[in-house]
């Protein structure tokens, strides 16, 4: 089989479950051929144990330091480090997706604290999408910012390493990389030039969002621009046109060598998860030749 994963925020869970990297990610894989074999069969498709993805990735632990704390939904208990990440997120998810217009200004105005925008913007985020919004950030903030610590941070080399070894053992030819684990798979691929696929599928990713994804990455872009991996033959971005972690939907615009820009529709409350993404059918054009053979 030709195909790994590489999964996105909030899956601590299935190393608390099991007890060990190999059996979370093994139960994650299971669920991504389930969800896949949707995808490409239909909803309603008995699912009898194929098996389509090799392998997931996972780094979830590595954010954590081996143990998870209860998120903080509540801006003035966040890290300020999770306090930036947040309104940088925020700022854009309100001008892009809810329609606030300039929120520098709006801040400006009205001789607003940083605390006390975040939870303005957090407010209206739950209001006009709801209740996953919210949910989201108690993952995304925090991993995000654990995952930026710094160039050397412990929990992006090894999740990166996590990846490249991976990569190694199982040499696919297909890289499927949901959310937070689109950029492990981009700073993954740039830092181990021997490891060479033929298609790179990014999920939902957040890899063109400014001042909290995008500047950070490692190599740096040039001149605004990011570029494919050399060692990616093909990159292929798949994006529902309100998820609120890919920011923006298309990556075309900030990266060169970005074959093709997907927008779907998955569902306008489950908008980010990767079993949406899987069975929306959207890969299935991609991968064909690669599960053909």
């Known amino acids: 089989m030709t195909i ?35 995808g490409l069969y239909g909803p ?14 996972y780094y979830a632990h590595l954010l954590t330091g081996g143990e998870r704390p209860a998120p903080s939904r509540e801006v003035s208990r966040m890290e300020p480090e999770e306090r930036l990440v947040a309104a ?20 400006a105005a009205a001789g607003e604290t940083l605390t006390g925008l975040l939870r303005r913007l957090a407010g209206w985020a739950v209001e006009r999408l709801g209740e996953r919004a919210d949910d989201i950030a108690a993952t995304f903030v925090p991993e995000v910012a654990a995952y930026f610590a710094g160039d050397r941070a412990a929990a992006r080399v090894k999740a990166c390493d996590a990846l490249a070894d991976t990569m190694r053992r199982r040499q696919p030819r297909v890289l499927i990389a949901h959310s ?28 063109g969002m400014r001042n909290v994804v995008f500047e950070r990455l490692l190599p740096t872009p ?25 920011i923006p939907p298309a990556l075309g615009d900030r990266f060169d060598g970005v074959d093709l820009d ?32």
């Open 88 to 107: 940088a997120w925020l700022k854009q998810l309100g001008i892009e997706r809810l329609g606030l217009g300039r929120l520098d200004e709006v801040r």
């Open 4 to 38: 790994v994963g590489v999964h996105g925020v909030g899956k601590y869970r299935y190393y608390a479950e099991t007890g060990s990297v190999g059996g979370a990610a093994e139960r994650m894989r299971v669920k991504w051929n389930r969800y896949l074999h949707a």
């Open 262 to 293: 997907v927008t779907v529709n998955l569902d306008w409350i489950d908008f980010h998860t990767v079993e949406k993404y899987l069975g929306s059918g959207a890969l299935n054009e991609h991968l064909k030749k690669y599960l053909a053979a």
């Open 44 to 57: 309603d498709a008995p699912y009898t144990g194929e098996s389509y993805v090799t392998e997931i990735a």
């Open 222 to 246: 040039v001149g605004g621009r990011g570029r494919r991996p050399p060692n990616a033959g093909r990159w292929v971005n798949i994006a529902d046109k309100d998820d609120i972690v890919a």
């Open 180 to 207: 937070l684990g689109s950029v492990v798979a981009y700073e993954t691929l740039w830092a181990n030039p021997d490891i060479e696929i033929e298609l790179l599928i990014t999920l939902g990713s957040p890899l």
